[in-house]
């Protein structure tokens, strides 16, 4: 499965890229040119004033900037300047989100293109003015359809792993990427939390995903023979209910991506083992729908971010929704007095989540008569509905930031406000 291996075998060198000294002297001048102004121009032609976005929300950059947890290591981490990286585009794709050949003769020909991995990363000229978004997965999988979604006509770019599509924007590969990061069934997708903390890309957008699942196999393959269902854990949890419903007496393994579990079983034509993906990557790689609809809830819905190199701009003529990332010195007892910050001012959380402090992952407190309390430490991640554009969101923010040690904005972005069609198999 080129996919799934490549992507466990790449995992270490990915996390901690070596930077070879050319792409350091090409990040400056790219610098220097992008940044004429103080301005920055998108890819797509909008400009953005940096310094009316930094005012406007007024945020806290000195804290921002020094306790990052993951990036604390800055000889492996990439830097700020670093992510503006020299023009690259060493990755050529070809396929277009509806334009994938699939044969008269129902014998599809499954896409030639592959995910992209860190040896991609390499500088080359810069690309033309089609969007190009990274998403994690081959084609087929719900990430690309989340692509697509976010930024129709897009150029989808596949990537074996998160943290090459976060790279992939970084490096100017890639415009934008969009990633997974909760499930209505499978809740938090962590990975990317700690990612979105690790690198310095902007949340821009979000997009809600009907999520339809299918049990693909290899044509005349019944329920019966098969002793083994793949898929992305994720994909595998939504199902758990309806797979042991259908009685199917099978193992169940988990992959890199929906999409590329089915891959797998056409490349090596399986036929003891059934994937779960959606209807599209039955098409693309030439399997039967054996099931239809197998997640456990027809309301199935993942929710994806859209990162930029650069925020946008925060408007108040729309629903917006804000996200950032706190940690603090006193424990958990300041939690109460930041989420008050937003109560006081009317402004609804709709999400809140916690994750391991990487630097300080416990707290010591010695008691001579009972001994040593060791109280776990946490980043927390919330939303708001709030545009950092609007004074009580600001107001909100530099409360909470009296109470913490670190604070950053991920992004204030528009809400998905996309009408509710829970999913229908398309
Ligand atoms: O494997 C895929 O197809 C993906 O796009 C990944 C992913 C996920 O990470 O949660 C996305 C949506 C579904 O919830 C299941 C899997």
């Known amino acids: 499965m080129q996919a799934v291996s490549t992507t466990q075998n790449l995992n270490s060198s990915v996390i901690r890229p070596s930077k070879p000294r050319r792409f350091h002297q090409l990040t400056r001048s790219f610098i220097r040119c992008v940044y004429h102004n103080d301005s920055v121009q998108f890819p797509n032609g909008v400009g953005l004033n940096r310094a009316d976005w930094q005012s406007s929300c007024a945020i806290l950059s000195s804290k921002v900037f020094s306790q990052d947890q993951g990036s604390g290591d800055k000889s492996t981490a990439p830097s700020n300047s670093d992510h503006l990286a020299a023009a690259v585009n060493g990755h050529k794709t070809s396929i277009d989100l509806n334009l994938v050949p699939i044969e008269k003769n129902n014998k599809p020909q499954p896409p030639t293109q592959k995910p992209l991995t860190i040896t991609d990363l390499s500088p080359a000229p810069m690309h033309g003015s089609q969007l190009r978004v990274a998403y994690q997965g081959v084609p087929g999988a719900y990430s690309e359809a989340a692509a697509g979604k976010a930024y129709p006509n897009c150029e989808a770019i596949p990537c074996d792993q998160f ?16 990633l997974p990061v909760e499930n209505s069934l499978g809740g938090s997708i962590h990975r990317n939390y700690d990612l979105l903390l690790r690198h310095r890309l902007h949340i821009v957008g979000e997009v809600q995903l009907p999520v339809h699942h299918c049990l693909l196999a290899l044509p005349g393959v019944r329920k019966e023979y098969l002793a083994r269902v793949i898929s992305h854990p994720q994909a595998l949890s939504q199902c758990e209910h309806t797979l042991t419903k259908l009685g199917l007496n099978v193992t ?38 054996l099931a239809d609809g197998i997640q456990d809830d027809s309301s199935n819905v993942t929710r994806f971010v859209m990162l930029a190199r650069e925020p946008i701009i ?56 009972v001994g040593t309390a060791k109280h776990f ?9 709030a545009s950092m554009a609007e004074v009580r969101a600001q107001n909100a923010l530099a409360e909470v930031q ?25």
Request: glycine content about 4%.
């Open 314 to 369: 925060p408007r108040t003529d729309r629903p917006f929704k804000t996200s950032i990332v706190f940690a603090h010195d006193k424990g958990t007892s300041v939690l109460f007095k930041v989420l008050s910050a937003f109560a006081f001012r009317n402004i609804s959380l709709t999400k809140i989540e916690s994750r391991p402090h990487r630097n300080r992952p416990i707290r010591l407190v010695d008691d001579a008569n």
């Open 402 to 426: 009296e109470f913490t040690s670190f604070l950053r904005v991920l992004g204030s972005y528009p809400m998905d406000m996309t009408p509710w069609c829970p999913s229908s198999g398309d």
């Open 163 to 178: 943290e090459v599509a976060f790279q992939a924007v970084e490096l100017w590969i890639a415009d934008r990427a969009v």
């Open 252 to 289: 169940r393994e988990a992959v890199d991506d929906t999409a590329g579990a089915a891959e797998y079983i056409a490349a090596n034509n399986l036929r003891d083992t059934a994937a779960i993906a959606s209807a599209r990557a039955a098409e693309l790689y030439g399997l039967q729908i």
């Open 377 to 385: 430490e946490y980043m927390f991640y919330v939303d708001f509905e």
